[in-house]
């Protein structure tokens, strides 16, 4: 009896000790994600004008989040040809009107995609034209623009698998996004003037 008592003892003190060290992992993830949503939104805070928020997006993201893509999605009715080089896929895209309500719906605003060979969202071949073979994993963020009359998403691509996935927490990149639509708001407001 006390041999079969130790024994579980012993296996519920390893699925303790997993559980443990899963919840540090986590909290260590979250810790980074906490940090890189911070150093990100510092630096968009210190734009100085639409050229340089356009650049912290497509180009400083990039090894802020360790991202392979970042794209700005706009809805537009008139077709663009939106290439890019091999040297940089991060920019400007237009996607076809009607796209981001489909895509987040009415009160979404953060659409996340762990693996796109099982899941693709709609809009998925526009947003990452020139380069949707490599992305695997997606953030889809919604940007609530009150200067632009269009519908805008801000899309972050990685090459890798579960980069992203919808057990994630929204509220870091929501908060990201809302950022960003104030910026973009600013710089457009200043460029009525």
């Known amino acids: 009896f006390q041999?079969?008592?130790?024994?579980?003892?012993?296996?519920?003190?390893?699925?303790?000790?997993?559980?443990?060290?899963?919840?540090?992992?986590?909290?260590?993830?979250?810790?980074?994600?906490?940090?890189?949503?911070?150093?990100?939104?510092?630096?968009?805070?210190?734009?100085?004008?639409?050229?340089?928020?356009?650049e912290l997006l497509t180009v400083d993201m990039l090894s802020v989040f360790d991202l392979d893509?970042?794209?700005?999605?706009?809805?537009?009715?008139?077709?663009?040809d939106a290439s890019y080089g091999e040297e940089n896929y991060s920019g400007i895209v237009f996607i076809d009107s009607g796209t981001v309500d489909a895509l987040?719906?009415?009160?979404?605003?953060?659409?996340?995609?762990?693996?796109?060979?099982?899941?693709?969202p709609l809009g998925f071949e526009q947003i990452f034209v020139n380069c949707e073979q490599q992305i695997q994993s997606c953030a889809l963020l919604r940007l609530d623009s009150e200067m632009v009359d269009k519908h805008i998403i801000l899309a972050l691509g990685v090459r890798h698998k579960d980069r992203f996935h919808a057990g994630q927490g929204m509220e870091l990149l929501h908060f990201l996004s809302q950022v960003v639509a104030l910026q973009l708001d600013k710089y457009l407001d200043d460029l009525a003037l």
């Open 3 to 54: 041999h079969y008592l130790l024994k579980n003892l012993q296996t519920n003190s390893k699925t303790l000790n997993q559980r443990y060290d899963a919840l540090v992992d986590y909290c260590r993830d979250n810790l980074s994600v906490q940090a890189q949503v911070h150093s990100a939104v510092l630096k968009l805070v210190r734009a100085r004008n639409i050229e340089q928020l356009l």
């Open 69 to 80: 893509v970042v794209r700005i999605g706009m809805e537009s009715d008139v077709p663009f």
């Open 104 to 120: 987040f719906g009415e009160h979404k605003n953060v659409l996340l995609v762990g693996d796109l060979e099982e899941e693709q």
